[in-house]
Antibody, heavy 125, light 107 residues
Framework: EVQLVESGGGLVQPGGSLRLSCAASGFTFSTYWMHWVRQVPGKGLVWVSRINSGGSSTSYADSVKGQFTISRDNAKNTLYLQMNSLRAEDTAVYYC??????????????????WGKGTTVTVSS | DIQMTQSPSSLSASIGDRVTITCRASQSVSSYLNWYQQKPGKAPNLLIYAASSLQSGVPSRFSGSGSGTDFTLTISSLQPEDFATYYCQQTYSTQWTFGPGTTVNIK
């Protein structure tokens, strides 16, 4: 079964750090690009970051650039999100998601086809 | 970055109704547009990718259309399990963005 399981969430004080993990199983993790998405309870989805299959290329939302770092360990089938200098507005459920791709002629389209159940991060004193 | 808007923000409908949700991008995203369904306490679920392609396992009552800046998600005959929040997403730019969501409520 294709599965993503997030962990590492919890309560952290403002200014603190946290590292989230996302364990992948049931598919060849090393061949897929991966994402982090967050959602404040009761609010909408916000894309956070993306990493290519080999881990050499990353991109971030402006709101977390310089604060969060995405990485992966393909030997361990695990995706990470290092979060530093945390603020109250970083409080959210954090999802990892697999990037799917379909080729249509010379063009490829991308989407998130597998999601984890999420891990909750609460930034509060 | 590319901003996404959705309308309406919420709607009330009855079982069997035809429901249409609109998504607009602040600039052209070609057909790099996906739709997701999310139920309370659950992760999102991919419904439509590339603007109009139905994801495997998704009921055929869901359909998507549009290109450029204007897109539509249609549920042809609303079923009890379709009451949820729906998000569009663009994957045209390096920074992907979601729309704010449309909540479909029971009338």
């Amino acid at each position: 079964e294709v599965q993503l399981v997030e962990s590492g969430g919890g309560l952290v004080q403002p200014g603190g750090s946290l590292r989230l993990s996302c364990a992948a199983s049931g598919f060849t993790f090393s061949t897929y690009w991966m994402h982090w998405v967050r959602q404040v309870p009761g609010k909408g989805l916000v894309w956070v970051s993306r990493i290519n299959s080999g881990g050499s290329s990353t991109s971030y939302a402006d709101s977390v650039k310089g604060q969060f770092t995405i990485s992966r360990d393909n030997a361990k089938n695990t995706l990470y999100l290092q979060m530093n200098s945390l603020r109250a507005e970083d409080t959210a459920v954090y999802y990892c998601a697999r990037e799917g791709k379909v080729a249509a002629g010379v063009v490829s389209y991308y989407y998130m086809d597998v999601w984890g159940k999420g891990t909750t991060v609460t930034v509060s004193s | 970055d590319i901003q996404m808007t959705q309308s309406p923000s919420s709607l009330s409908a009855s079982i069997g109704d035809r429901v249409t949700i609109t998504c607009r991008a602040s600039q052209s995203v070609s057909s790099y547009l996906n739709w997701y369904q999310q139920k309370p306490g659950k992760a999102p679920n991919l419904l439509i990718y590339a603007a109009s392609s139905l994801q495997s396992g998704v009921p055929s009552r869901f359909s998507g259309s549009g290109s450029g800046t204007d897109f539509t998600l249609t549920i042809s005959s609303l079923q009890p399990e379709d009451f949820a929040t729906y998000y569009c997403q663009q994957t045209y730019s390096t920074q992907w963005t979601f729309g704010p969501g449309t909540t479909v409520n029971i009338k």
